[in-house]
């Protein structure tokens, strides 16, 4: 059983190969291509983004709505140089996005979401990491801190005004 404190950057850097001026990751990846490490059971625990990892760590928090990918473009490069915070679609298309064009692509994820208001009451109930939260209910990177910051899915409802009618 492993917690996240247990991936340091020293440790999780000692699992890598010299290659250029880049680290390549030599543990496992998801598709290949995204280096994770499994925190609690080896098998079946929640999956955590080593680049994130390393990011947060050398750098500082990532930003709600952006993960971490590379300026190297090097196949399971986790050098804390080569690291970058961006957004998933320039992840995808590795190219600047207008913040107006961004903001669109935002309010489209959040009217396709999955979610319900009873989901992000657990969410904000449970006292399990957001990154972990994130993986099982299939939500973008820092979703569920924005959930439990309120500032996504703003619970209008009072516990204690449960008698109105709800629209
Ligand atoms: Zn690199």
């Not at 992840?91 to 692509?105: N, S, V």
């Not at 489209?108 to 208001?117: F, S």
């Amino acid at each position: 059983m492993k917690s996240l404190d247990h991936f340091t950057v020293d440790y999780l850097l000692s699992h890598t190969q010299e290659e250029g001026d880049c680290l390549i990751w030599t543990g496992s990846a998801q598709h290949g291509k995204y280096p994770q490490v499994r925190i609690g059971d080896s098998r079946t625990g929640a999956a955590i983004a080593v680049r994130r990892i390393i990011y947060e760590k050398v750098h500082g928090e990532l930003m709600p709505g952006k993960q971490v990918g590379t300026k190297c473009k090097t196949l399971l490069c986790v050098h804390p140089d080569c690291l970058v915070q961006r957004t998933k679609s320039q992840a995808h298309k590795g190219q600047k996005l207008r913040p107006d064009h961004i903001m669109r692509i935002i309010a489209g994820k959040r009217a396709k979401a999955k979610l319900n208001m009873e989901t992000v009451r657990e969410i904000r109930a449970s006292d399990e990491l957001c990154t972990a939260l994130d993986a099982r209910h299939g939500l973008s990177d820092g979703y569920a801190s924005r959930i439990r910051t309120n500032r996504v899915w703003v619970d209008h409802s009072s516990p204690f005004a449960g008698l109105g009618a709800r629209p």
